[in-house]
């Protein structure tokens, strides 16, 4: 059995392989590890999208990464005029590719789209595999030389404005399921709730729509990580099928953080709310109290 047919087997099953265990897993140990799986505990403090929960496909996952990769590869378009992989080799000047990283190496990573794959020389830290972006630079000896990363990023939005209403964001609210409280809102009708991990909230403010990524990172996350996140336009979660930032939020709330402390990026406002405390955000600014 191949690496293509077991990977298929653990889907069938509903289960997701981390990266690590991508890399290492083959014939001789799949059924160890899936053993493993399929007794494991249940994280109840994890809430899966419906393609994890239900039967997925190797075709419907495969399908669904090829979706947030032409997804993101039409927005690096509007900032790079860029070839394929295959073609960019054969050009002695400056190029531009666009890609999904396949795997991070030691000189840096390997950028992949459907004419093949190419190392990336570079020591940028940011890079994780499964990341979408473009790279402009110069081949040699079958590697690219970067001068410059593009991400998808978010656009640059000139005067953001605080709502008129305050927002309360916190995760001691039975009225919205524990997401957000804003006076007025109808919780069955305009704020998506249910999400303990990750979600996209909408609250009605004088005839628009307020636009709050809620999300619960596993890991603490500083402020330089979160923009990372905005950038790149992924939520970094493994167990989520369909990870994609598709609208521009006007908030990304990191709640059960460990740390409260707000950022503004590109006139998205990061708020970041530890376990203990809420945040309220109005026409004032951001204030933080504790529970």
């Not at 897993?25 to 799949?30: K, L, M, R, S």
């Not at 032409?70 to 394929?84: D, G, N, P």
């Not at 336009?233 to 709330?253: C, F, M, S």
């Not at 026409?283 to 529970?291: C, S």
């Amino acid at each position: 059995m191949n690496k293509k047919e077991i990977i298929g087997l653990f889907l069938k099953k509903g289960i997701l392989l981390s990266p690590e265990e991508l890399e290492k897993i083959n014939e001789e140990n799949y059924i160890e590890i899936l053993e493993g799986k399929t007794n494991e505990k249940k994280d109840e403090r994890f809430v899966v999208s419906e393609p994890i929960k239900g039967k997925i496909s190797s075709e419907e996952f495969i399908k669904i990464q090829n979706t947030k990769f032409e997804f993101l590869r039409e927005i690096l378009l509007k900032k790079i005029e860029a070839v394929s992989i295959n073609k960019g080799r054969k050009v002695f000047s400056e190029v531009a590719i666009i890609g999904r990283v396949k795997e991070t190496t030691a000189k840096g990573f390997v950028v992949e789209d459907v004419t093949g794959e190419t190392e990336v020389i570079t020591e940028n830290e940011e890079i994780n595999m499964g990341d979408i972006l473009g790279v402009k630079g110069f081949f040699k000896a079958n590697s690219l030389f970067p001068k410059q990363i593009i991400w998808p990023d978010v656009p640059l939005e000139n005067n953001p404005k605080p709502p008129g209403t305050k927002i309360t964001l916190t995760t001691k609210t039975k009225e919205t399921n524990g997401i957000v409280v804003c006076p007025g809102a109808d919780p069955s009708e305009d704020v998506i709730t249910g999400f303990e991990k990750f979600g996209m909230i909408k609250i009605p403010k004088d005839g628009e729509k307020i636009r709050i990524i809620a999300y619960s990172p596993e890991k603490d996350i500083n402020e330089e990580a979160a923009v990372r996140i905005l950038k790149k336009r992924l939520i970094p979660e493994k167990w989520i099928v369909d990870n994609l930032i598709r609208e521009i939020p006007n908030i990304l709330w990191l709640f059960n953080n460990k740390q409260n402390w707000t950022r503004n990026y590109k006139g998205v406002v990061i708020v970041s709310s530890d376990e203990g405390s809420f945040a309220e955000y109005g026409e004032d600014g951001i204030r933080f109290e504790k529970i």
